[in-house]
């Protein structure tokens, strides 16, 4: 079989220096970095000409696009935030008026193009766009609260939704989004995580499924749920983060495999294959970090550190370049490592990963079913690339928010 991933030809750090004194990048690296990410904006506005206007999600349409625009605006002081602000409007605006109801997270459903038209439309001072925008997020919850049988992963359930709830609350302030309504979602994701352990009498105080499987990454499983939970600040949760989180992550760390990676599912605990974000050591490191941050126990690091050689080895992906099962996803890892431990090693590798990026569509990787998308192809490249000019306040899209 075709190996997963391209064998990295990049040598390791090796003492040099990458950053200035202020913590930004060296600007001869600054200067490569906007003219690639430049360039990229060109083929991307030339590609998504022929893009779904009918897929409105923020993995793979137009919310997106709405997404990285809005990211520009913020990050690059080049004069054009205005532009990038008025960019961002146009693509959210169609999501914001075909909402069809059926899906609910940030990610695959209508939270998503809410959250973002709220953060857009204040930033554009209507006031008025961005309350209605709050009050028809909010209003989900009534519908979601009523089917029983909705999810709790990332893409498309429970903690998907609840992280449009904190995405306008850390952009807009606390006051924007009642948290009650926070509170309530996150202990209705612990108690159908609690109940379930207590069915199948699991070694760890909460576990969930989705499509009849114990997933255990970033997208659809434990990794992304609890990493959703522990950005909960509400004082009445976080009492319940130590009694019940933190022993599921270190039930976590004792499913590492010995090469550093993670597995995808309980059911493909021999299968050390993944090196995505969305199943794999690329999603898993997000959440030992943060567990370190909030816990401070070193083998939550440990692991992590673990993560992070092993996607320094295999993370040069054939899928592609984007965030959820590409190069650039992986290289997310590298730039939560370094804000973590202020190792330029980590800042290093994250570099590699951005020069493999600069030769993007010449390395005969396959090309994704969104080419041009948040999640799958383009933009998300671009977007790792923007966050690189700033490498200390780097956040995974539409997941890391601390």
Same mark, same amino acid.
């Given at each position: 079989?075709?190996?997963?991933?391209?064998?990295?030809?990049?040598?390791?750090?090796?003492?040099?220096?990458?950053?200035?004194?202020?913590?930004?990048?060296?600007?001869?690296?600054?200067?490569?970095?906007?003219?690639?990410?430049?360039?990229?904006?060109?083929?991307?506005?030339?590609?998504?000409?022929?893009?779904?206007?009918?897929?409105?999600?923020?993995?793979?349409?137009?919310?997106?696009?709405?997404?990285?625009?809005?990211?520009?605006?913020?990050?690059?002081?080049?004069?054009?935030?205005?532009?990038?602000?008025?960019?961002?409007?146009?693509?959210?605006?169609?999501?914001?008026?075909?909402?069809?109801?059926?899906?609910?997270?940030?990610?695959?459903?209508?939270?998503?193009?809410?959250?973002?038209?709220?953060?857009?439309?204040?930033?554009?001072?209507?006031?008025?766009?961005?309350?209605?925008?709050?009050?028809?997020?909010?209003?989900?919850?009534?519908?979601?609260?009523?089917?029983?049988?909705?999810?709790?992963?990332?893409?498309?359930?429970?903690?998907?939704?609840?992280?449009?709830?904190?995405?306008?609350?850390?952009?807009?302030?606390?006051?924007?989004?009642?948290?009650?309504?926070?509170?309530?979602?996150?202990?209705?994701?612990?108690?159908?995580?609690?109940?379930?352990?207590?069915?199948?009498?699991?070694?760890?105080?909460?576990?969930?499924?989705?499509?009849?499987?114990?997933?255990?990454?970033?997208?659809?499983?434990?990794?992304?749920?609890?990493?959703?939970?522990?950005?909960?600040?509400?004082?009445?949760?976080?009492?319940?983060?130590?009694?019940?989180?933190?022993?599921?992550?270190?039930?976590?760390?004792?499913?590492?495999?010995?090469?550093?990676?993670?597995?995808?599912?309980?059911?493909?605990?021999?299968?050390?294959?993944?090196?995505?974000?969305? /199943? +794999?050591?690329?999603?898993?490191? !997000?959440? @030992?970090? =943060?567990?370190?941050?909030?816990? &401070?126990?070193?083998?939550? $690091?440990?692991?992590?550190?673990?993560?992070?050689?092993?996607?320094?080895?295999?993370?040069?992906?054939?899928?592609?370049?984007?965030?959820?099962?590409?190069?650039?996803?992986?290289?997310?890892?590298?730039?939560?490592?370094?804000?973590?431990?202020?190792?330029?090693?980590?800042?290093?590798?994250?570099?590699?990963?951005?020069?493999?990026?600069?030769?993007?569509?010449? /390395? +005969?990787?396959?090309?994704?079913? !969104?080419? @041009?998308? =948040?999640?799958?192809?383009?933009? &998300?490249?671009?977007?790792? $690339?923007?966050?690189?000019?700033?490498?200390?306040?780097?956040?995974?899209?539409?997941?890391?928010?601390?």
């Amino acid at each position: 079989m075709d190996k997963r991933e391209f064998d990295n030809p990049f040598e390791d750090y090796s003492g040099e220096t990458l950053l200035t004194s202020s913590g930004k990048l060296e600007e001869s690296l600054a200067s490569t970095l906007r003219k690639n990410i430049d360039n990229l904006l060109q083929n991307l506005h030339v590609g998504l000409a022929d893009t779904d206007p009918g897929d409105y999600s923020v993995y793979s349409g137009t919310s997106g696009i709405a997404a990285l625009y809005l990211h520009l605006a913020n990050k690059l002081g080049d004069g054009r935030g205005a532009q990038y602000l008025q960019t961002a409007l146009t693509y959210i605006k169609h999501p914001l008026n075909h909402l069809n109801g059926r899906r609910f997270s940030f990610v695959c459903g209508d939270a998503g193009p809410l959250a973002l038209g709220a953060v857009i439309y204040s930033k554009l001072g209507q006031n008025d766009k961005t309350k209605d925008c709050i009050n028809r997020l909010s209003a989900i919850y009534v519908t979601m609260y009523q089917d029983k049988s909705f999810p709790d992963e990332f893409l498309f359930g429970r903690v998907g939704y609840l992280f449009g709830l904190l995405f306008v609350q850390y952009h807009l302030g606390k006051d924007k989004i009642d948290n009650s309504l926070v509170a309530r979602v996150s202990k209705e994701v612990l108690d159908s995580g609690r109940n379930l352990a207590q069915v199948d009498r699991s070694r760890a105080p909460l576990m969930y499924m989705w499509h009849e499987k114990y997933y255990l990454g970033a997208a659809h499983g434990l990794a992304g749920i609890f990493y959703m939970l522990m950005q909960v600040s509400d004082p009445s949760v976080q009492p319940i983060m130590t009694q019940l989180v933190k022993p599921c992550i270190d039930y976590m760390v004792t499913l590492q495999f010995p090469s550093g990676n993670c597995p995808s599912s309980l059911e493909n605990m021999s299968s050390d294959k993944l090196v995505h974000w969305c /199943h +794999g050591a690329p999603g898993w490191i !997000h959440t @030992f970090v =943060l567990a370190y941050k909030i816990f &401070g126990d070193e083998v939550y $690091l440990h692991a992590a550190r673990r993560c992070a050689d092993l996607i320094w080895k295999k993370g040069l992906l054939r899928k592609g370049y984007g965030i959820c099962h590409g190069t650039t996803g992986n290289a997310y890892a590298f730039l939560v490592m370094f804000r973590i431990t202020q190792d330029q090693k980590y800042l290093h590798r994250a570099w590699k990963f951005a020069e493999w990026c600069f030769d993007y569509g010449k /390395h +005969g990787c396959r090309t994704p079913d !969104h080419p @041009f998308s =948040l999640f799958e192809g383009m933009a &998300g490249t671009i977007y790792f $690339l923007v966050d690189l000019l700033d490498p200390g306040n780097a956040k995974f899209p539409s997941y890391q928010l601390w």
